[in-house]
């Protein structure tokens, strides 16, 4: 009897047992499972941010792009309008621009000029208001030059051609005065030196060079000059000069014609030769046997 007790005990205390595990699996699942959420929301809000920085990085590219391609765009519409002036620039002739200038200037001139005699007013008196004293004087002498000049481009005599030439290689001649400058202190430091130039200091301060034996500065019986020994670049540019000299020299004379074997001369200018040659094209058929007789004294 209580060996029957003991397993009847035993056997009820087992599904006991088994009750009270079954609470326990069941919570232990519940904790798998909200871990398994926790972890599955987390997985999903880092894959929404990625896709949301992905999405910011393309719009910023887009926003490159589209700005790369305005700047394109505007600098090709540039490159065009420029082109297209730059072309028509070259396809006008400055003369033609020169000109109507110079027309407008003209008709501007006459205008001003009929109104102002309309008004009754003197017009070289109302056009010098726009001009001081020293600018109209300049203006004046200007066209006073430039009149002269004029009227001395034909041929009188050689002296005169000669004086025109000397005037023309005055204007176009450069000094080099860095280089004088130098050689010159250096011949007053070498005179100084030897005694035969004295330097005094005037009382306002100015250096004064005094020659006291008269070898220094140059009079019209000096000879010094012929020591001087110039540049290389200096002896080419006179070649040079006077390469120029005598090219302009042959480039007159065949203008003139006397570089041809044309015969006598019978003309005193070009109009005169023209003319001569219209003669010889009408009469030199009927005039020949006159002129050979003449050349050979038998028309007597």
Do not use: C
Not at 84 to 104: C, F, Y
Not at 181 to 195: D, F, I, N, P
Request: no cysteine; proline share 2%.
């Amino acid at each position: 009897m209580p060996v029957a007790k003991k397993r009847k005990i035993a056997l009820s205390s087992e599904p006991s047992k088994e009750g009270l595990s079954e609470p326990a699996s069941t919570s232990a699942i519940a904790d798998e499972s909200k871990k398994e959420k926790v972890s599955g929301d987390g997985e999903v809000t880092e894959s929404v941010s990625v896709t949301e920085g992905n999405a910011v990085q393309n719009q910023e590219r887009l926003e490159r792009f589209k700005a790369l391609q305005a700047r394109a765009k505007k600098s090709a519409e540039r490159n065009l309008k420029d082109a297209a002036a730059e072309s028509q620039r070259l396809a006008t002739d400055p003369n033609v621009l020169t000109a109507l200038s110079r027309k407008h200037a003209i008709a501007s001139h006459k205008l001003l000029k009929a109104d102002t005699a309309a008004e009754g007013e003197d017009f070289e008196r109302k056009r010098a208001w726009d001009w001081t004293i020293d600018e109209s004087e300049k203006w004046d002498k200007r066209m006073s030059k430039k009149d002269k000049h004029r009227e001395d481009v034909a041929f009188q005599d050689y002296r005169q051609d000669a004086r025109k030439i000397y005037k023309r290689q005055l204007r176009e001649m450069k000094p080099n005065m860095e280089g004088y400058e130098k050689e010159k202190a250096t011949a007053m430091q070498k005179a100084a030196l030897s005694g035969g130039l004295e330097v005094m200091e005037m009382d306002d301060g100015e250096l004064v060079a005094v020659d006291k034996n008269g070898i220094f500065y140059t009079t019209a019986d000096s000879t010094d000059f012929v020591e001087n020994k110039p540049e290389k670049a200096a002896v080419d540019r006179l070649v040079t000069d006077l390469q120029k000299a005598e090219e302009t020299r042959l480039r007159k004379r065949r203008d003139r014609g006397k570089g041809e074997e044309e015969g006598d001369v019978t003309y005193i200018n070009d109009k005169n030769k023209e003319f001569n040659k219209r003669l010889a094209r009408s009469y030199n058929k009927y005039t020949a046997e006159i002129r050979d007789s003449f050349e050979r004294g038998t028309m007597i």
